[in-house]
């Protein structure tokens, strides 16, 4: 069971960036997908969730009204639309599934599998 995350890279503040995560090995058409970001020195923190259906979403303070998460189950990928990036975004990106629930859930103890993490780096 692979997370491929990938779409990070070096942007300038106030740009955008489009994170995708293909699922391989096994199907997560049926579970809640998150986004999570780790900047050096810092803890873990959520940025974004999205249920099975794509109905339900929740989003962190610091990323609402900038940030969009999606998912396409026929192929197995999420996706974090990041606009007016900050140069607080700065961190690694990491996705992950948190099985069999109907919940988003907002703590990284909720999720069961985690990809490798992509770079976002903004620069001034």
């Known amino acids: 069971v692979q997370l491929q995350a990938s779409g990070g890279g070096l942007v300038q503040a106030g740009g955008s960036l489009r994170l995708s995560c293909a699922a391989s090995?096994?199907?997560?058409?049926?579970?809640?997908m998150g986004w999570f970001r780790q900047a050096p020195g810092k803890e873990r923190e959520f940025v974004a969730g999205?249920?099975?259906?794509?109905?339900?979403?929740n989003y962190a303070d610091s990323v609402k009204g900038r940030f969009t998460i999606s998912r396409d189950n026929a192929k197995n990928t999420v996706y974090l639309q990041m606009n007016s990036l900050k140069l607080e975004d700065t961190a690694v990106y990491y996705c992950?599934?948190?099985?069999?629930?109907?919940?988003?859930?907002?703590?990284?103890?909720?999720?069961?599998?985690w990809g490798q993490g992509t770079q976002v780096t903004v620069s001034s």
């Open positions: 999205i249920d099975w259906s794509g109905g339900s979403t």
């Open positions: 992950a599934a948190d099985v069999g629930t109907l919940r988003v859930g907002t703590r990284s103890g909720e999720y069961e599998y």
């Open positions: 090995g096994r199907t997560f058409r049926r579970d809640t």
